[in-house]
């Protein structure tokens, strides 16, 4: 089966889609050894050889476990920045937020090519937290915030709820708003005293610590559902 080269390319987690034509464009990529001179080249990646003449094009990607107390930004200007406990952190950026009283995994790249879909605002990826409340949640309480509310105009995705204990629960959502599920137990009477994102699409907490990470693949965060 024949594919077209940027999609090949794409599917091997070495770039994306428009980075693979422009690498083609830039004469850097070759086939079975000749140049590829043309975009929409089809190849058979079973049987075919690509190979990128690229020099520094190894990206870099962590998931880390944010401590509560650390920011997730790039700069200091507002408290510790979580890059700092990254090897290298130069060009670093995370994926999406955790606020500083959180905890929990966070996506770290230097990689820009990444779709911002996939995790945020506009995100349709599960994002899991374990959260303890000041109060016991109710069946009410859990059948509306499954719902989906509506904050500040904007309609909430349904989300899923299981409770552990009276008050320590699992929530796991599709959106990624500013402090969301914070703003959501406030609406219905509650307060959330401590949340930790376990797991976002495939990727979970593991054996993670506090200030720990570990590094992944392109193709690892590529495929996160």
């Not at 911002?116 to 109060?135: A, C, P, Q, R």
């Not at 709820?161 to 009477?189: A, H, M, S, W, Y």
Request: charged share 30%; hydrophobic share 35%; glycine share 8%.
């Amino acid at each position: 089966m024949l594919i077209r080269i940027n999609k090949v390319l794409a599917d091997q987690g070495l770039c994306s889609r428009r980075e693979a034509d422009e690498w083609i464009a830039q004469g850097l990529i070759f086939l079975n050894g000749k140049l590829v001179q043309e975009l929409g080249v089809k190849v058979d990646p079973e049987l075919d050889v690509l190979t990128v003449n690229k020099p520094n094009t190894v990206k870099r990607y962590y998931l880390l476990y944010k401590p509560r107390g650390y920011m997730s930004t790039v700069s200091e200007n507002e408290g510790l920045s979580l890059l700092r406990l990254l090897p290298k952190p130069e060009g670093l950026f995370p994926i999406g937020r955790l606020d500083k009283d959180s905890e929990g995994i966070i996506l770290v790249t230097d990689d820009r090519s990444l779709p911002s879909k996939i995790i945020g605002e506009t995100s349709d990826v599960e994002k899991e937290y374990e959260v303890f409340l000041s109060e016991t949640i109710t069946p009410e309480s859990m059948n509306e915030i499954e719902r989906g509310l509506v904050l500040e105009g904007n309609q909430l995705k349904p989300c899923s709820l299981k409770q552990l204990e009276p008050k320590r629960c699992l929530i796991t959502i599709r959106d990624g708003r500013n402090r969301q599920i914070r703003r959501v137990f406030e609406r219905v009477g509650n307060y959330v005293l401590s949340l930790k994102r376990i797991r976002i699409g495939h990727l979970s907490i593991n054996m993670l610590k506090p200030g720990e990470y570990q590094t992944l693949d392109r193709k690892d965060i590529v495929t996160v559902k």
